[in-house]
């Protein structure tokens, strides 16, 4: 009885392991992703922050709105608008009625082109990764940038098989 004890004891105390992510500018949840060479995110948290560059009392300035299409036989539906929080902060909000396919690594990105063809460039803002409960639904995500494109298009796309799922072109205010 006491080796188990022992035994017991030791497996109890010695599972108390932590791990330090030592990448900067990186929260645990990237650092689990797989390296795959893509662009980085802007360093977004989701439902976080919203508004939080803006003055008491200041609204956020909405910069466009679209709604969402259908992207390579995908379905996708609902509204989405962009606003100005700060200097060169922005977030992208998410309709109510926002609904996009389940697809491995949707992530969520803001470019000026009309197609995003293969794969993103160092010019397309990849906002935030989505997680299955994110593809529908209501949703703030924050980013920064030194200035928006003017032909802004807002993506829903499958990163891992260079996808794009939903596209909302928005009409800049």
């Known amino acids: 009885m006491t080796r188990a004890f022992l035994a017991c004891a030791i497996l109890v105390l010695g599972c108390d392991a932590r791990f330090e992510n030592l ?20 360093g977004v948290v989701p439902d976080a922050g919203a508004g ?6 200041d609204e956020p300035t909405v910069i466009g709105e679209g709604e969402f299409e259908g992207r390579t036989g995908y379905d996708a ?7 100005q929080t700060g200097p ?14 389940a697809v491995p690594g949707p992530v969520l990105v803001v470019s000026g082109r009309d197609r995003l063809g293969t794969a993103l460039v160092s010019e397309d803002i990849l906002v935030t990764r989505l997680s299955r ?8 995500y924050t ?6 494109p003017g032909n802004t298009h807002v993506y829903v796309y499958c990163e891992p098989f260079g996808v794009e799922t939903a596209r909302a072109r928005l009409e800049l205010r």
């Open 23 to 42: 990448r900067s500018g990186l929260d645990s949840q990237d650092a689990a992703q797989p390296d795959t060479g893509a662009v980085p995110d802007a």
């Open 52 to 57: 939080q560059d803006a003055g008491p009392g």
């Open 77 to 83: 539906s609902g509204g989405v608008r962009v606003e």
């Open 88 to 101: 060169q902060s922005y977030q992208v909000v998410l309709g109510d009625d926002f609904a996009s396919a």
């Open 133 to 140: 409960d994110q593809i529908r639904g209501a949703g703030t």
């Open 143 to 148: 980013f920064e940038t030194n200035e928006l």
